[in-house]
């Protein structure tokens, strides 16, 4: 995989990518779709850096392992190291930028795993599973009012802002740190806003992060 983070310009962002730590069910609407409870603390799980591929121009989907979901959320990227209880100032300052990532799952096979109670990296870290944007420098954003939209051949899917998650992007940061590092590169995505569906070839997809669109094809 030759995936490297980059900014809006093309630019290389010179941070290695180790991690992209997830949540789950960070939106009230999101949980109720798919029958989940809302959680009293941050649902986490991890996929690998070798996970990602950029979002634009296009991105190859799985054709052979059951439906493919999209999950569109706020992608942050982490500029320091941090470990530990941390303060809110420490985790503001690690927040160098955001970008809009997609979150695949395969739906079939993770209902099986969730079934079983067993992990879900099979439904969730294949080859591709992670979609990132470039990533929007977070200098003048504020953080707890970030919209994001998904379409799919020109119509909204997925509508969200950053307000509308059960546990802050900034608590978000506080919260991983008690239970493991996060390293400057390592990527956090935010949880996904109701509206996740089914990908399939020949899409075309859209996705709106604050002032900036981004286009791509589904292949
Ligand atoms: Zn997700």
């Given at each position: 995989m030759s995936y490297q983070h980059q900014?809006?310009?093309?630019?290389?962002?010179?941070?290695?990518?180790?991690?992209?730590?997830c949540v789950?069910?960070?939106?009230?609407?999101?949980?109720?779709?798919?029958?989940?409870?809302?959680?009293?603390?941050?649902?986490?799980?991890?996929?690998?850096?070798?996970?990602?591929l950029s979002f634009t121009p296009n991105f190859v989907i799985p054709k052979h392992l059951g439906d493919v979901h999209y999950e569109a959320e706020i992608a942050i990227l982490i500029g320091n190291n941090?470990?530990?209880i941390i303060t809110t100032e420490q985790a503001q300052q690690a927040v160098i930028a955001?970008?809009?990532?997609?979150?695949?799952?395969?739906?079939?096979?993770?209902?099986?795993?969730?079934?079983?109670g067993l992990p879900w990296e099979k439904a969730k870290c294949f080859d591709g599973?992670?979609?990132?944007?470039?990533?929007?420098?977070?200098?003048?954003?504020?953080?707890?009012n970030l919209d994001i939209e998904l379409l799919i051949n020109k119509q909204t899917v997925q509508q969200g802002n950053s307000k509308q998650m059960i546990t802050s992007i900034i608590?978000?940061?506080?919260?991983?740190?008690?239970?493991?590092?996060?390293?400057?590169?390592?990527?956090?995505?935010?949880?996904?806003?109701?509206?996740?569906g089914k990908l399939?070839?020949?899409?075309?997809?859209?996705?709106?992060?604050v002032e900036s669109q981004f286009y791509a094809n589904v292949i």
């Open positions: 900014f809006l310009d093309n630019s290389l962002i010179k941070l290695p990518f180790g991690k992209a730590v789950g069910r960070n939106y009230v609407e999101h949980a109720k779709e798919l029958d989940n409870p809302v959680p009293c603390e941050p649902i986490l799980f991890i996929k690998p850096a070798s996970c990602a941090l470990q530990g955001i970008a809009g990532a997609l979150d695949l799952t395969l739906r079939d096979a993770q209902n099986i795993l969730k079934k079983q599973a992670l979609i990132l944007t470039p990533f929007i420098k977070a200098d003048n954003l504020d953080l707890t608590n978000l940061i506080k919260y991983i740190t008690k239970h493991f590092c996060l390293q400057a590169g390592d990527v956090i995505l935010t949880g996904t806003p109701a509206g996740v399939k070839a020949g899409d075309q997809l859209q996705l709106n992060l």
